[in-house]
Nanobody, 122 residues
Framework: QVQLVESGGGLVQAGDSLRLSCAAS????????MGWFRQAPGKEREFVAA????????YYADSVKGRFTISRDNAKNTMYLQMNSQDAEDTAVYYC???????????????WGQGTQVTVSS
């Protein structure tokens, strides 16, 4: 398995941008599908975005499509989530995730990071 550590969270104003990073260590990073989930207060954890091993294919939840961009740099063992045009609904703890299968990384990933808080003030 890989170990995942998120960074880049913080407090931003509505309309601002923020980029999250997820650094991976352990087994071969490039063999994993990677993804982002988030959990808002009082709500269940939800899928945000996923990316395949090469970075050539990406998948998004409807709520973030067109505003968020997922990417990865296999040379740096790092994945990113660029979040633009944020609003208060994006306030949540954001989790990095990894799985060897696309279905897994979008539903029940094998590996999780510890999460990073993103707060969007309106």
């Amino acid at each position: 398995q890989v170990q995942l550590v998120e960074s880049g969270g913080g407090l931003v104003q509505a309309g601002d941008s923020l980029r999250l990073s997820c650094a991976a260590s352990g087994r071969s990073f490039s063999s994993y599908y990677m993804g982002w989930f988030r959990q808002a207060p009082g709500k269940e954890r939800e899928f945000v975005a996923a990316i395949n091993w090469s970075g050539g294919s990406s998948y998004y939840a409807d709520s973030v499509k067109g505003r968020f961009t997922i990417s990865r740099d296999n040379a740096k063992n790092t994945m990113y989530l660029q979040m633009n045009s944020q609003d208060a609904e994006d306030t949540a703890v954001y989790y990095c995730a990894a799985d060897t299968a696309l279905r897994g990384v979008r539903t029940r990933p094998d590996c999780w990071g510890q999460g990073t808080q993103v707060t969007v003030s309106s």
